[in-house]
């Protein structure tokens, strides 16, 4: 065996291969035929196959750590989104209810109940004929009597929507002037009273109301853009005031006399804080 040629080997300080059983197995420890480890003395080491599924397996692991805060983040938003759907859906069904209700009270549309039967209509006289309805044109009396009701129903319906499309319009429009322009907000610290009530004025000019009920209708425009127009007009006037009054300050200080009849060195004028990177190529 191996082993005991080894020992010969050894004890013997010679190299005689002859006393070498040379039919003997390999060692375990020089090879391995499972092909898993590769064996080296006692130590076992993984393969590169088997450090390669261990890497895939941590990175899996790691993905999967590392996708689901974003996949919280998602759902929640998810669950927003549904949330302020269904907000919106509430807010228009309860503003189409209102004025639903306040239009049919305000234009009194009949209803089926009032328009009269057929044995009712040939009681009366037809004023096309001068005559009594007859049985047949009392039946197409009331079937043009219920064609004009479902067409001043749909009509009005359609107003209907219409008013509520304008008016949630309207308020998006005012939300939204509100969070881009601050000062127009009066729970804003920068709040200036005088431009908002210049602007509402304006607003309110473009404001379209129903005679009949006094309520909001629509616009004649976008009342977004008068506050944005508003606020654009504020501060390119804010801007130059600013540029008028640093040139005027400006003039001032080059024709101001100076004490002793003598003028500022270059050097004075380079390291004056005021007047140090002012571009005069504005004006």
């Known amino acids: 065996m191996a ?7 050894k004890n013997t300080g010679t190299t005689d291969v002859e006393d070498v059983d040379t039919k003997t197995e390999p060692s375990t420890a020089e090879t391995n035929t499972d092909g898993i480890f590769a064996i080296s003395g006692d130590e076992e080491e993984p393969n590169a196959e088997g450090e390669s599924e261990q890497k895939s397996e941590d990175d899996a692991v790691n993905e999967a750590n590392s996708s689901e805060p974003s996949h919280k983040n998602a759902e929640t938003r998810k669950q927003q ?18 004025i639903a209700e306040l239009n ?5 549309l009949k209803s089926i109940d ?9 009681e009366q006289q037809n004023p096309e004929t001068g005559d009594y309805y007859t049985r047949t044109e009392a039946k197409l009396a009331r079937i043009e009597a219920e064609r004009e009701l479902d067409l001043a129903k749909r009509q009005l319906d359609e ?3 219409n008013i509520v499309d304008n008016r949630l319009r309207l308020k998006d429009e005012a939300t939204k002037a509100l969070r881009d322009f601050p000062m ?6 920068s709040y200036n009273k005088d431009l908002a009530e210049q602007a509402n004025r304006i607003a309110d000019s473009l404001i379209i109301k129903d005679k009949n009920t006094g309520e909001i209708i629509g616009s004649h425009g976008s009342i977004y853009d008068v506050y944005a127009l508003v606020a ?9 005031g600013k540029i008028a009054g640093r040139k005027a300050a400006v003039d001032m200080m080059n024709s101001a006399d100076v004490v002793g ?8 004028d380079e390291d004056d804080p005021f007047l140090k990177g002012f571009d005069k190529s504005v004006y």
């Open 159 to 161: 107003y209907t929507e």
């Open 104 to 108: 049919r009270q305000k234009y009194q």
């Open 114 to 122: 009032d328009i009269p039967t057929v044995e009712a209509l040939m």
């Open 3 to 9: 082993e005991e040629a080894e020992l010969d080997v």
């Open 232 to 240: 654009s007009a504020a501060k390119s006037a804010e801007t130059t």
């Open 261 to 268: 009849g003598s003028v500022a060195s270059s050097s004075d």
């Open 81 to 98: 989104l549904n949330n302020e759907i269904r907000d919106r859906v509430a807010e228009r069904n309860a503003l189409r209810r209102e």
């Open 184 to 189: 127009f907000d009066e729970e804003s610290d």
